[in-house]
């Protein structure tokens, strides 16, 4: 069991493998929650702007109740929303989170991304100007939001924090300032987008990197209406790398996928909601890759050109100073 988890710099656990819960309404995860849990899972990611916050809760309490575990058995994971990028709201935007999930603290709380939107409202997550183009909030303060985020620790609504989307410039910022560094910073990463330089920088500071989209998002080929960078290529379960190594270890191109990132350490989260690909999902510590293995998939890199969430045009944030990307 202790291969499943590392230790944060928090000092606290977190386990290796998770499920995302991205793009699943409310009442669809609970299931898949339950599921998973019941599967072996014990961490699962939202996010306030996944709006399913009350079906994550539901589903977690519903098992801790049938199981008769108790709530440190379940590493929970949310996110503070780019509308709500400012130090004022951190505190109240947390509190309506725990509410939603109807827990008492968090594990681990994250900034969703470093650029803040100038939303009407806490549900505005994606507030757009009549020109149909995101409307930016050029005055984010990663500083001044950090600081508030060590003291929704001190408040212990969170046993840990964390960032996502933040590159090596932005992670740096953050960490000459930090009372408390950042345990853990949650980006996209999968064989065709390896995050070589954050990956190296996390490792010097003692910080766990997070791998979303694991499976490469198979079908997000659009997003918000809009092509996304691996609309016109080949997925990451397709590749016949991937294919092969599957086949020689009898086991799916997901589970190669998965098994690849906590073989590194990496935390990962891959979504579903189908209760046998969950339960497949979780199905990857009975094997190993070689090192033979690691460095094909490792050749499977394209860098930065890998990237399935790049900048769209609706979504172009190239004009904020703290854009990631
Ligand atoms: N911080 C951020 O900005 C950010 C951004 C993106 C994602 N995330 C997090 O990361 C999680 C994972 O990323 P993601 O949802 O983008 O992508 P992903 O996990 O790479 O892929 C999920 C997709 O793969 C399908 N799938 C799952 N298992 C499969 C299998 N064994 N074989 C074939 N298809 C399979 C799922 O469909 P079914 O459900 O039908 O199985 C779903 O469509 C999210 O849910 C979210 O929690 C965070």
Redesign the pocket.
Known sequence: MADRCVTLNSGHQMPLLGL????AESHEIQGSVEAALEAGYRHI???ALYMNEEGVGAGIKSYLAKSKKDRKDVFVVT?LPSNAMSPEKVERLLKKSLNNLGLTYIDLFLL??PIGVKGKSDDDFFPLDENKKLVLDYGTDLIAIWKEMERMVKLSLTKSIGV??FNVRQMRKICAIAKIPPATN?V?M?VYMQQKELQEFCKANNIYITA?????????TKFMGEPTGSANRMQP?ENPVVKLIAERHNV?P?QVLIRYLVQLKVIT??????PA?IK??FDVWGFRLTDLDMAALQSLDMGETGRI?NSTETFDMRSHPECPF
């Open positions: 995302g819960c991205w793009l990611d939202t996010a996110k969703h991304f996502s989307n949650q996209e999968h979303y989209s694991p499976l490469g998002s198979p079908g997000r379960l799916s997901a989260i891959p979504k579903s909601t189908n690909r497949s999902n969430m």
